[in-house]
């Protein structure tokens, strides 16, 4: 059930991404199946967002009967299918470096690329920012890429959700465990710490529920590949001194299929973490 309501959400996600770059680069040249593909290989062609499971995505929509993509109808599904600022970003981003892939400056789509800043709710700052940081060779994923805290507090909360008690961390709190991580002791004592603070009244009604939704929003926050293995070390350190058992070894699994790191990477990359506590 959890896997599926991510799936759909993601795919929800992804098709809006696309989206936003054909309504970009339609205006240079006439849309044809062969021009969603390679659209769609620019959003692949970006090795933080490389997704296996896309390319599937990729042929299915070269398929898809074309629909307007005109008037306000086209942009309030953008907005309901990309409801926060990162992935908002993220598609204008995408959308910039499809239109100035050749010779640099998007010429014709210049003003869908303002309506698209426009329609998303995004200032002139963020739109600056990211034509800057896409012409000196930046990744819009690291550019659309949320700060520490809030990606941190989701998987530290998640990890929580597994042990059956919910709690919304404090930055102080994120900050704190994270920069305990290479200290398994240290971090097992704020860990109890924070376990004692939170024992009574933490209890959800709804656990499911509650970790479906972290972990969507985990899957859906733009990030670095960098970042996402952060993520993951973090969870795994956390899990370790929360007290590791077999609901939470299922939720690193699926963390690592969410933050898509191959398994046996991420069996390196955290196996030093696992053996400190």
């Not at 969603?36 to 499971?53: C, F, K, Q, S, T």
């Not at 014709?108 to 060779?137: H, N, W």
């Amino acid at each position: 059930m959890i896997r599926t309501h991510i799936a759909e959400a993601c795919e929800a996600r992804d098709l809006a991404l696309l989206d936003a770059v054909v309504f970009v680069i339609r205006t240079q040249g006439p849309l044809t199946r062969a021009n969603h593909l390679e659209a769609w290989r620019g959003v692949l062609g970006d090795p933080e967002v490389i997704d296996p499971r896309r390319e599937l995505l990729a042929d299915r929509l070269a398929r898809r009967t074309a629909a307007s993509l005109e008037g306000d109808a086209f942009f309030a599904s953008l907005r309901v299918r990309l409801p926060d600022v990162p992935n908002r970003l993220l598609a204008y981003g995408l959308a910039l470096r499809a239109a100035t892939a050749h010779g640099g400056h998007p010429g014709p789509a210049q003003l869908p690329l303002a309506q698209l800043c426009r329609e998303l709710g995004l200032t002139q700052a963020q739109a600056r920012d990211m034509r800057l940081g896409i012409m000196d060779g930046m990744s819009p994923v690291a550019l659309a890429a949320e700060p520490a805290h809030p990606r941190h507090a989701r998987v530290l909360e998640a990890v929580l959700l597994a042990a059956g008690m919910e709690a919304h961390l404090t930055e102080a709190e994120t900050l704190a465990l994270e920069a305990s991580r290479e200290d398994a002791s240290f971090l097992q004592e704020l860990t109890g710490q924070l376990l004692r603070r939170i024992a009574f009244g933490s209890q959800v009604a709804s656990p499911l529920e509650a970790l479906c939704q972290r972990l969507t929003d985990i899957a859906l926050a733009p990030a670095t590949l960098a970042q996402r293995w952060g993520t993951l070390r973090l969870a795994y350190c956390f899990s370790h001194a929360v007290g590791h058992d077999l609901g939470q070894q299922l939720l690193l699994d699926l963390l690592q299929e969410l933050l898509h790191l191959g398994t046996v990477e991420a069996a390196r990359a955290t196996a030093r973490e696992s053996a400190r506590t």
